[in-house]
């Protein structure tokens, strides 16, 4: 049975800093994270390839630095200097292909 497992979120104040985690029980191609605020669609964060490529959304450049580490099928996410927009559900997504899987979501709020 595949799964992906994630933790790091919470309660950050405008500035601050957290930093996800997502491990799976197999070994993905893609990894990435997305984030769903309210009232709005699930959108792409930052992914990573196998080899290290990575690509980010526009809002997060320059703030979030997404990494993985193969021998542990593990993907993390850095988010620095965070903003109130960031609060949302963060889910990892893991991918072989068409083969694709979710994490359960994370909760990161950002708020003074």
């Known amino acids: 049975q595949v799964q992906l497992v994630e933790s790091g979120g919470g309660l950050v104040q405008p500035g601050g800093s957290l930093t996800l985690s997502c491990a799976a029980s197999f070994s993905p191609n893609t990894m990435g994270w997305y984030r769903q605020g309210p009232g709005k669609q699930r959108e792409l964060v930052a992914g990573?390839?196998?080899?290290?490529?990575?690509n980010y959304a526009s809002s997060v450049k320059g703030r979030f630095t997404i990494s993985r580490d193969n021998a542990k099928n593990t993907v993390y996410l850095q988010m620095n200097s965070l903003k109130p927009e960031d609060t949302g559900v963060y889910y990892c997504?893991?991918?072989?292909?068409?083969?694709?899987?979710w994490g359960q979501g994370t909760q990161v709020t950002v708020s003074s």
């Open positions: 990573i390839t196998r080899d290290g490529s990575t």
């Open positions: 997504n893991a991918a072989i292909s068409l083969y694709s899987s």
